[in-house]
Antibody, heavy 119, light 111 residues
Framework: QLQLQESGPGLVKPSETLSLTCTVS??????????WGWVRQPPGKGLEWIGS???????YYNPSLQTRVTISVFTSKNQFSLKLSSVTAADTAVYYC???????????WGQGTLVTVSS | QSVLTQPPSVSGAPGQRVTISCTGS?????????VHWYQQLPGTAPKLLIY???NRPSGVPDRFSGSKSGTSASLAISGLQAEDEADYYC???????????FGGGTKLTVL
């Protein structure tokens, strides 16, 4: 069974860079059938798509976050990562990594990790 | 404000049928992009419920069904059960925004 697990600091200072890693187990990230993505959810609010990456390294980002987001893939480690720069309190959220099929649906999700932006 | 509009809340008694709407526009659902639905139980990650407008992943009960028409889509839940109480989200692609968008979410209460 495919599993995804987010890891990274739970507290980030304003203006600094948020960095998270998603480790994939039970399957290969090196698949032409899927994208791998990040979705976030501010406390008590809805879901927001951040961006996605293909195993080849092709990326596409939410235009509203594009200037601050970098998603990378590390096929040898079966991992992909998220970096979000110049964070503010508005970036406080549960961050999920997930697998995205060709239809665009996210069929496997990590459990999520809460990242709080505060000094 | 979400590009895809969902009612904030719906409710129904056990055994009843409820529907949750997801209203979009000509740049997303109306442009022919697929709609997907997720169920999020309290404190957990979203779970894929319906993909490609009408398809259920393995393991999802047939009490859950999806439909799409024009610029809108709907999720129907029949034979409501207490464990269906959760938040539900729709998702599609928007060509104007060049990205994936989610509805604002609907909280289902089982009375």
């Amino acid at each position: 069974q495919l599993q995804l697990q987010e890891s990274g600091p739970g507290l980030v200072k304003p203006s600094e860079t948020l960095s998270l890693t998603c480790t994939v187990s039970g399957g290969s990230i090196n698949s032409s059938s899927y994208y791998w993505g990040w979705v976030r959810q501010p406390p008590g609010k809805g879901l927001e798509w951040i961006g996605s990456i293909y195993y080849s390294g092709s990326t596409y980002y939410n235009p509203s976050l594009q200037t601050r987001v970098t998603i990378s893939v590390f096929t040898s480690k079966n991992q992909f990562s998220l970096k979000l720069s110049s964070v503010t309190a508005a970036d406080t959220a549960v961050y999920y990594c997930a697998r995205q099929g060709r239809s665009g649906a996210y069929d496997f999700w990590g459990q999520g990790t809460l990242v709080t932006v505060s000094s | 404000q979400s590009v895809l509009t969902q009612p904030p809340s719906v409710s129904g008694a056990p055994g009843q049928r409820v529907t949750i709407s997801c209203t979009g526009s000509s740049s997303n659902i109306g442009a022919g992009y697929d709609v997907h639905w997720y169920q999020q139980l309290p404190g957990t990650a979203p779970k894929l419920l319906i993909y490609g407008n009408t398809n259920r992943p393995s393991g999802v009960p047939d009490r859950f069904s999806g439909s799409k028409s024009g610029t809108s889509a709907s999720l129907a839940i029949s034979g409501l059960q207490a464990e269906d109480e959760a938040d539900y989200y729709c998702q599609s692609y928007d060509s104007s925004l060049s990205g994936w968008v989610f509805g604002g979410g609907t909280k289902l209460t089982v009375l």
